[in-house]
């Protein structure tokens, strides 16, 4: 079956740098994948997504790279600010999560 | 625009009891799903409806959990009788589609934590 997951449970960062937070997959089925931000007390949000044939994909401040060859996937999140401190899941077309990377941004 | 609500937000209740989690999705979401979460675990998908018709349901763990979307708008998940791992948050969601990318970003109520005890 498929999974997904995280390669680290917890990254700290320092404010203004930027955090990169992996994800691993097993199925390639997936036609495209999902990052989402969770905060303390509320739902996954969407972040960014990729579609399968796509190798990167560029946001405000975020960006997703995608390796198809490793089954990975990263965010990466520039200039990294407080409200960034979050939990992150990566989600493929099938309705799976990973474990989630807690980041924490130091002030 | 309301975004996904849950309620309640919190239920502790005692292992045998039965307990009734609802979700109201945005409206004009013909796709609703339910996710648990257990404690530092990942996000686990329970099941998907399509209106009111159940389109997936390989999530569900046993019996004891019955999912209904009746006329398709807000969804309920019974627990009967609840069991200690059942304890967890109880997220919902819904999108537009499924099956196409764009319209399948979905929108999470803020959860229903449930402790048994």
């Known amino acids: 079956g498929e999974s997904v997951g995280l390669h680290l449970p917890t990254l700290s960062v320092q404010e203004g740098d930027n955090s990169i937070i992996n994800c691993a997959y097993s199925?390639?089925?997936?036609?495209?994948f999902i990052w989402y931000k969770q905060e303390s007390g509320k739902g996954p949000q969407f972040i960014i997504d990729?579609?399968?044939?796509?190798d990167k994909r560029q946001g405000q401040r975020v960006t997703v790279l995608l390796n198809k060859t490793v089954k990975h996937l990263s965010l990466q999140i520039a200039a990294t600010q407080p409200g960034d401190s979050a939990v992150y899941f990566c989600a493929g077309s099938q309705f799976y999560f990973g474990t989630g990377t807690s980041l924490t941004v130091i002030p | 625009e309301a975004g996904v609500t849950q309620f309640p937000s919190h239920s502790v209740i005692e292992k045998g009891q039965t307990v009734t989690l609802r979700c109201d999705p945005i409206s004009g979401h013909d796709n609703l799903y339910w996710y648990r979460r257990v404690m530092g675990k990942e996000i686990k998908f329970l099941l998907h409806f399509v209106k009111e018709s159940k389109q997936d349901e390989s999530g569900m763990p046993n019996n004891r959990f019955l999912a209904e979307r009746t006329g398709g708008t807000y969804s309920t998940l019974k627990v009967q009788p609840a069991e200690l791992e059942d304890s967890g948050v109880y997220f919902c969601?819904?999108?537009?589609?499924?099956?196409?990318?764009?319209?399948?970003?979905?929108?999470f109520g803020a959860g229903t934590r449930l402790s048994v005890l």
């Open positions: 199925n390639s089925a997936s036609d495209y």
């Open positions: 990729i579609r399968s044939n796509m």
């Open positions: 969601a819904s999108s537009q589609g499924y099956t196409y990318l764009a319209k399948n970003i979905q929108y």
